[in-house]
């Protein structure tokens, strides 16, 4: 599939890597890892792949998280208006086993009661932020009530990881953009911070040097995000198909 001979840049978007990864050490590519994950867990399949590629430094030439600019959106307030009009005090949905995400440095207030909230902001699906900067670990079902609650009060979403699940574990996780897909069905407003927007390509591109889409080729497992969204930056995909889709396609992955 690829010229040996090659000055493309491959972009890894964050899922399972492993066999493809194999038949990529003899080409010429420059990689740079797209993901949308704020953190990794000892249980993520994806962190050993990470790990492996940070030895073989040759190969793997920067990460780009779509953290990053959402801190920069909220650190930058001003700049943006929409951003600017939410407010400061927010309902922060998070992690709890695969780790809390830090608004250090953003100037935002967490609470936990909706009547307090001027806004939503989703990092994770596991559990609540409390003020205090612990998590409080919640159902999905939990979450989703406050979610009803949030609607009703037409207050907005801004959604970090617009995944809908991820691999972990040999299993599918509920991901942040299942919650804001939920919202959506409730009528609530949401602003989509990655995946399939292009901005994330086009900041990685940025990270690389490269200004023609034709030099990138995009390789990612999720038809919804990394396959779309690379569709929509006009960048050539790879799709993989031993990841969060394996199961539909009948597909059986020895992780």
Not at 53 to 75: N, Q
Request: net charge negative; glycine share 8%.
């Amino acid at each position: 599939m690829f010229d040996n001979n090659s000055d493309k840049h491959l972009f890894i978007l964050g899922t399972t890597f492993f066999e493809f990864y194999q038949n990529l050490q003899s080409c010429k590519l420059k990689m740079y890892v797209c993901t949308q994950s704020s953190n990794f867990s000892k249980h993520n399949i994806c962190c050993p792949f990470y790990v492996h590629l940070g030895r073989r430094v040759s190969l793997l030439k920067g990460k780009f998280s779509y953290k990053d600019p959402v801190h920069v959106k909220f650190s930058r307030l001003r700049d943006d208006a929409w951003f600017a009009a939410l407010g400061r005090s927010c309902i922060h949905m998070t992690w709890s086993d695969r780790g809390l995400i830090s608004l250090e440095g953003l100037d935002l207030e967490v609470v936990q009661n909706v009547e307090d909230a001027e806004f939503i902001l989703a990092h994770g699906s596991e559990a609540l932020g409390h003020p205090s900067g612990a998590a409080c670990p919640m159902k999905l079902e939990e979450l989703e009530s406050i979610l009803e609650r949030c609607a009703a009060k037409n207050i907005p979403m801004v959604v970090a990881n617009p995944d809908f699940v991820t691999v972990e574990a040999r299993a599918l996780l509920v991901m942040p953009g299942t919650l804001a897909a939920k919202y959506e069905e409730l009528g609530g407003e949401v602003k989509w911070m990655g995946k399939p927007d292009k901005i994330i390509y086009k900041s990685a591109m940025a990270m690389a040097g490269v200004d023609a889409a034709s030099d990138s080729i995009a390789v990612g497992d999720s038809l919804h995000h990394d396959i779309k969204g690379a569709n929509a930056a006009g960048i050539q995909a790879v799709f993989i198909t031993g990841g969060i889709h394996a199961t539909e396609l009948g597909l059986i992955i020895n992780y």
